[in-house]
Nanobody, 128 residues
């Protein structure tokens, strides 16, 4: 089993930056894809970014591309989301998730259902 704990959320002004961290324990997630999702009030949960097991392949939602950076440290069993140029529309609860995809070809996923493990979430609020 894998336990994921997010941290680093908070209140920032528009244009500011935050770095979210996700600590994994119980089992290494070195062999899985990791993703950051978010859910804003009244909206569906959406993928923010995902990264493959090696850290060499990433994907970003169009809404955050160029502003957010996902990274991972497999030695520390950590994944990060660096958020810059934050906008009020980025306000949401951010969730870290792990996906064991079972494929040597498809190394990342944008599908919520393929992520087996989820953290409790951390609140990010961006004021205008």
């Amino acid at each position: 089993q894998v336990q994921l704990v997010e941290s680093g959320g908070g209140l920032v002004q528009a244009g500011g930056s935050l770095r979210l961290s996700c600590a994994a324990s119980g089992r290494t997630v070195s062999s899985c894809a990791m993703g950051w999702f978010r859910q804003a009030p009244g909206k569906e949960r959406e993928l923010v970014a995902t990264i493959d097991w090696s850290g060499g392949v990433t994907y970003y939602a169009d809404s955050v591309k160029g502003r957010f950076t996902i990274s991972r440290d497999n030695i520390k069993n950590m994944v990060y989301l660096q958020m810059s140029s934050l906008k009020p529309e980025d306000t949401a609860v951010y969730y870290c998730a792990a996906a064991y995809l079972g494929s040597s070809i498809v190394v990342i996923s944008t599908n919520d259902d393929e992520y087996q493990y989820w953290g409790q979430g951390t609140q990010v609020t961006v004021s205008s």
